[in-house]
């Protein structure tokens, strides 16, 4: 089945306490996402990879790093976690977003954070 | 700025027809996505535009301008599950997807 998978799906953590939130597609697509989601807020991106070892920064990518050493994985790693980094967290993936009517993306099912 | 603009909450009854409307201002256009999501939830694709027109899915169809920067989701035939958050969200011209924040879609009996 193709899927996003993302882990975990629920997490409480303190203030300080680094965490990595794990995030796998199966579809072998070059470009994958993290956004967060917040009420009025709508989805906000992080970071994105348009491929392998090729990162760039979203609208907020303060206080979280990301990486892409193979084409399936994409972790969202929270270094020094705070507060006001409790929030929905979804992954997704597509094809090449590079040209004209690209396609859908695929979205995991969430991780909620809470940080304390 | 990029900017997409929905109203932020609709109410409407089972059974009846209901229009969740969409109009951007983005640098570039490169398409138009809806996307349903349950509370909770991942978001799911609903429908695509990237031309004029109206595409029809079953009992959703959705409507784009691109002269005027609109685009609508039209439902017909409301069931209780389509309570839910219907996403728009446009492709600029890098290809980047900007989202609205949503409309909230509350059914009634």
């Known amino acids: 089945e193709a899927q996003v998978t993302q882990n975990p799906r629920y997490l409480i953590t303190v203030t300080g306490k680094k965490l990595t939130v794990t995030c796998s597609q199966n579809?072998?697509?070059?470009?994958m996402s993290w956004y967060r989601q917040d009420p009025g807020l709508g989805l906000r991106q992080i970071y994105y990879s348009m491929n392998v070892e090729v990162t760039d920064k979203g609208d907020v990518p303060e206080g979280y790093k990301v990486s892409r050493k193979e084409k399936r994985n994409f972790p969202l790693i929270l270094e020094s976690p705070s507060p006001n980094q409790t929030s929905l967290y979804f992954c997704?993936?597509?094809?090449?977003?590079?040209?004209?009517?690209?396609?859908?993306?695929?979205f995991g099912e969430g991780s909620r954070l809470t940080v304390l | 700025g990029q900017n997409i603009d929905q109203p932020t909450e609709m109410t409407a009854t089972e059974g009846a027809i209901v229009q969740i409307n969409c109009t951007y201002q983005?640098?570039?256009?490169?398409?138009l996505f809806w996307y349903q999501q349950h509370a909770g939830e991942a978001p799911t694709f609903l429908s695509y535009?990237?031309l004029d027109g109206l595409e029809e899915k079953g009992r959703f169809s959705s409507f784009l301008s691109r002269s005027k920067g609109y685009s609508y989701l039209l439902l017909k035939e409301l069931q209780m599950k389509d309570s839910a958050s219907y996403l728009c969200?446009?492709?600029?011209?890098?290809?980047?997807?900007?989202w609205g924040a949503g409309t909230k879609l509350i059914i009634k009996p």
């Open positions: 969200a446009v492709t600029d011209s890098n290809y980047q997807l900007i």
């Open positions: 997704a993936s597509s094809p090449p977003r590079d040209t004209p009517n690209t396609g859908e993306l695929f």
């Open positions: 983005t640098s570039g256009f490169n398409g």
């Open positions: 579809m072998n697509h070059e470009y």
């Open positions: 535009n990237v």
